[in-house]
């Protein structure tokens, strides 16, 4: 199988942990696969590692450290946007997106709108309302990392490839 890279924006290490403890209660509530916090950049790469370790470094000398206002919670398509933080467009994040994908293949079909996911899957509408109801969400996220993830396979399959701090 081929590789399937995705581009990440890591939360910091305060940022972090709140997400994990949702994402972790979220999945473990609808028995689905946990993983990491992130903010896809772009996705669905099928280019060499090299080449994308490359360009995440290009990014890293011009980004500093980012902070993305929370919209709250919010329940959209399945499977890859079903329950997830909405985060409030600002500059800083539009251009690291635009930084990758101005410089990569223009094949490839990703429509940028930053969010934090918190489970993955399909579900029932009312269960995820009820969710809604009792999640403390961050009102601001941090973001002090970018990686590189191989997202082939099965969510619980995913892991990063690369990381680096940027700023």
Not at 56 to 62: E, G
Not at 109 to 135: A, C, M, Q, T
């Amino acid at each position: 199988m081929a590789p399937n890279y995705s581009i990440w924006l890591i939360p910091s290490l305060e940022s972090n942990d709140l997400l994990d403890r949702l994402i972790k209660k979220t999945c473990t509530y609808f028995s689905c696969s946990i993983f990491s916090p992130h903010c896809t950049l772009i996705g669905g790469l099928k280019k060499p590692i090299s080449g994308i370790i490359d360009l995440v470094n290009s990014c890293q000398k011009k980004s500093t450290e980012l902070s993305c206002e929370s919209n709250g919670l919010k329940i959209g398509e399945p499977p890859w946007k079903v329950f997830y933080i909405d985060l409030r467009s600002n500059s800083k994040i539009f251009d690291i997106q635009k930084h990758f994908s101005k410089r990569i293949s223009r094949n490839i079909d990703y429509s940028f709108e930053p969010h934090v996911s918190l489970v993955y899957g399909r579900f029932n509408d009312k269960d995820l309302r009820d969710r809604i109801k009792n999640s403390p969400i961050p009102k601001m996220i941090k973001f002090d990392r970018i990686a590189i993830a191989n997202t082939k396979g099965e969510i619980k399959d995913w892991s990063l490839v690369y990381e680096t701090f940027i700023g």
